[in-house]
């Protein structure tokens, strides 16, 4: 079975701090993803990375970088947490066209 | 990505079959049809996918219509534990930026009573 692993799945963090939100997949996949969910929105792609040390934007990149240095780890991070940042963090992977599996997200809750 | 339309909410008597619908008349040539579910604080779960013909696997099996146009998630025997959301997305598998985006409507809940 596809494992995806989010570090935390609860998360409190003061206003103005960095923020990291770790996400580790076992099958080798090449594409990653990070995603939040929020109540009446949906899931919004955040930023995704189809190889090490690529990354692109989706939607709602702003106030939020990522990294990967190896394939099996993806990292969002928020420079500078604000309150509009609380929401569910969910991340995934996927081999090339090949459906996305998720983990079971971080809540995080910026005060 | 072509847009879907669901029912808002089902229910479902244990045990008996669940048929969740799914619209999806702008869907283009290229364009699966993918099945999530997410159960209350977990992540989404991938269910299955389809292109054209009907699919079946350990969990469900889907059904596509001739044109399309509809589908159907097919949970043959309902359990308690399959109580969730039940989301169907229509995306492309090309490449490019835009193919790897999921976008999650509302969904339907599908509430599986005793």
């Known amino acids: 079975d596809v494992k995806v692993t989010q570090s935390s799945r609860y998360l409190v963090k003061r206003t103005g701090e960095k923020v990291f939100l770790e996400c580790v997949q076992d099958m080798d996949h090449e594409n990653m993803f990070w995603y939040r969910q929020d109540p009446g929105l949906g899931l919004r792609l955040i930023y995704f990375?189809?190889?090490?040390?690529?990354?692109e934007k989706g939607d709602i990149p702003e106030g939020y970088s990522v990294s990967r240095e190896k394939k099996e780890r993806f990292s969002l991070i928020l420079e500078s947490a604000s309150t509009n940042q609380t929401s569910m963090y969910l991340c995934?992977?996927?081999?090339?066209?090949?459906?996305?599996?998720f983990g079971d997200g971080t809540r995080l809750s910026i005060l | 990505d072509a847009k879907t339309t669901q029912p808002p909410s089902m229910d479902c008597a244990e045990g008996r079959a669940a048929n969740l619908p799914c619209n999806h008349s702008t869907i283009s040539g290229n364009e699966y049809v993918y099945w999530y579910r997410q159960i209350h604080s977990q992540g989404p779960q991938y269910i299955i996918h389809?292109?054209?013909n009907n699919e079946t696997n350990e969990m469900a099996s889907l059904i596509i219509t001739e044109d399309r146009k509809s589908s159907t998630l097919i949970l043959p025997h309902a359990t308690l534990r399959d109580t969730a959301v039940y989301y169907c997305?229509?995306?492309?598998?090309?490449?490019?930026?835009?193919?790897?985006?999921?976008?999650f409507g509302q969904g339907t809940i599908l509430t599986v009573h005793p």
């Open positions: 997305i229509v995306r492309g598998n090309a490449g490019g930026t835009s193919y790897g985006k999921l976008t």
């Open positions: 995934a992977s996927s081999p090339s066209s090949q459906p996305q599996h």
């Open positions: 990375s189809y190889d090490v040390k690529m990354k």
């Open positions: 389809g292109l054209k």
